[in-house]
């Protein structure tokens, strides 16, 4: 897109190409943030980057070529927008609209619900249309238009591009309209952009740390460098919003180059009040303390159980706190010596592989090094038979902050054995969980690929069959079964309730090897040239 401000590993903001973008006209900033928006390929709008669903594993994976499809159509749709006469659009209307001008360009990927639900009129009732355009657009609507309702009503709107309203009537509906700011950007390069900057103090710091930042009085780069070392508040829609300095927010942006003298000059320049004196005096404080810490490495601790067993070393060290000690430095064999019955780990060797897990996640674990110990109380509960890997212990892994990756690369470094790839299946179902239907459907199956051919192209099969399995099941409507069973009679099936395992193709080239397999027994299958079976 020909501007980077974000590097991705290791994770940085890479402060003089920001400084650069924010130095632009707004109309340019947001023709960045959109091409950003286009390029990035595992974006969830509602919801932000979701690495986890890149995976073959993944049941609601997404594709990020048909993701970036879909997003070029719909940027191609607000460019027509941006040059008509268009005011507020219903959501649902500009959706199908949308859909009957590129549904034969899409390719699907998969959306799950995590982002927010539109609850569309058509999408709610998308079993009752029969098959054909009707029902393939509700189903997009439950599916991949939720997608596009996220990408306006959220991302847009956070971007500035779109206002979002609500229709008032008898029942309440989303609506957009473009904003100036929308209409220029997507209307490039027909519609001039204004370059508006405004050098207004935006900012008020209070004495108990809060900094009150006035949005319509600041350009985006004033903002981002406050941000950089005061941590936003509770987020709102309103035009003032709060913003707290703390030392947990100052030592990222001292560490990344800032001062203390360019935070307090800031302040002030940009401030509608005079600096409070605490908070400058707090300023210098922490900047000293950061100034006063000291990095070690390279080093071998001890820690004690109790705070006595520090006179009882065997070599003395310096204590840090009442539990730990810096000792003299030393190999892990040294170590293993001087200290006999202590756990000694070294943090630069390669950990050991002292786990084993079965399918069901019950996990045996010998060994006691610090790292494996602390990751198994992560993963697993303890229980009366051993350790056990459940729903339980993975959400609460998730909750904590480990992607299901970083679990599952825990259990690769730590297991003696590959892991079963069903406990891989339950985790990634546990952090997003997958579908699985396992009720009473009936299938109807036909011997004959020309027979699946004719059924599948059906005019009046269509409305009774709810799916095709390839190569020759099908599956019936569930109250259409007695109606099924008289059309095949009547077009000269022979209609049997067992059924077979093998596909027509198979059944030409081995029909004599093949078994048929029926309720009651298991005998050998005979040939039907023209038969059909219905299989509740």
């Known amino acids: 897109m020909g501007f980077l401000s974000v590097a991705v590993e290791p994770r940085w903001v890479l402060s003089a190409r920001l400084e650069q973008h924010f130095a632009e006209p707004a109309v340019a900033q947001a023709w960045h943030w959109l091409r950003a928006w286009l390029d990035i390929q595992l974006w969830q709008d509602g919801i932000g980057v979701v690495p986890d669903r890149h995976n073959d594993y993944e049941p609601v994976r997404i594709e990020p070529d048909s993701l970036r499809k879909a997003k070029e159509l719909l940027i191609w749709a607000f460019g027509r927008l941006a040059h008509s006469d268009c005011d507020w659009l219903d959501l649902e209307v500009f959706l199908r609209d949308f859909w009957q001008a590129t549904h034969e360009a899409h390719t699907g990927f998969y959306w799950e619900r995590y982002t927010w639900n539109p609850d569309f009129a058509m999408a709610r009732s998308k079993r009752d249309f029969a098959a054909g355009p009707d029902r393939s657009l509700a189903f997009w609507l439950d599916g991949a238009g939720a997608w596009a309702a996220n990408a306006v009503m959220v ?18 509906c989303p609506c957009f309209r473009l904003t100036d700011l929308g209409r220029q950007v997507f209307g490039m390069p027909e519609t001039e952009a204004e370059d508006r900057q405004d050098a207004a103090p935006f900012l008020t710091v209070q004495p108990n740390h809060e900094v009150l930042a006035y949005m319509d009085a600041a350009d985006a780069r ?24 703390s030392r947990e927010s100052v030592y ?111 996990l045996q674990a010998s060994g006691d090094d610090a790292v494996s110990c602390m990751r ?82 059906s005019d009046v099969f269509r409305p009774l069959l709810a799916g095709h399995i390839p190569p ?55 040939s039907y040239p023209n038969d059909a079976r219905i299989q509740p």
């Open 222 to 245: 004033r903002i981002c460098t406050l941000a950089r070392f005061a941590r936003h508040g509770k987020a709102n829609t309103g035009p003032v919003q709060t913003f707290s300095l």
């Open 155 to 172: 991302t847009f709107v956070m971007l500035g591009l779109v206002q979002r309203g609500e229709w008032e009537g008898e029942q309440k």
């Open 376 to 457: 198994l109380a992560y993963l697993a509960d303890q229980t009366a038979d051993g350790w056990l890997i459940s729903a339980k212990s993975i959400t609460r892994a998730r909750q904590q902050g480990f992607t299901t990756d970083r679990m599952l690369a825990w259990l690769s470094t730590h297991l003696v054995h590959a892991t079963p790839a069903l406990l891989v299946t339950a985790i990634r179902n546990w952090t997003g969980r997958a579908s699985a239907f396992a009720g009473k459907v009936h299938l109807l199956q036909l011997t004959r690929g020309s027979d699946c051919d004719a059924i599948r192209g």
């Open 252 to 362: 990222p942006a001292l560490e990344k180059g800032m001062t203390v003298a360019e935070i307090r000059a800031f302040l002030v320049e940009h401030g509608r009040t005079d600096l409070p004196a605490n908070v400058a005096h707090a300023l210098m404080e922490w900047s000293g303390k950061r100034e006063s810490l000291v990095l070690r490495n390279g080093v071998t601790l001890g820690l004690l159980a109790e705070a006595a067993e520090a006179a009882e070393l065997p070599t003395p060290g310096e204590l840090l706190g009442e539990h730990c000690v810096v000792m003299t430095k030393s190999s892990e064999q040294t170590a293993t010596k001087d200290f006999p019955g202590w756990a000694v780990l070294d943090h630069h060797a390669e950990l050991p592989k002292t786990w084993s897990v079965d399918e069901l996640g019950r």
């Open 472 to 526: 020759c099941w099908f599956i019936v409507q569930d109250d259409k079964a007695g109606e099924v069973k008289r059309l095949l009679l009547r077009l000269g099936f022979r209609i049997d309730a067992s059924f077979q395992l093998a596909s027509p193709d198979e059944g030409r080239s081995s029909r004599a090897g093949m078994e048929r397999l029926s309720k009651t027994t298991r005998r050998k299958r005979r």
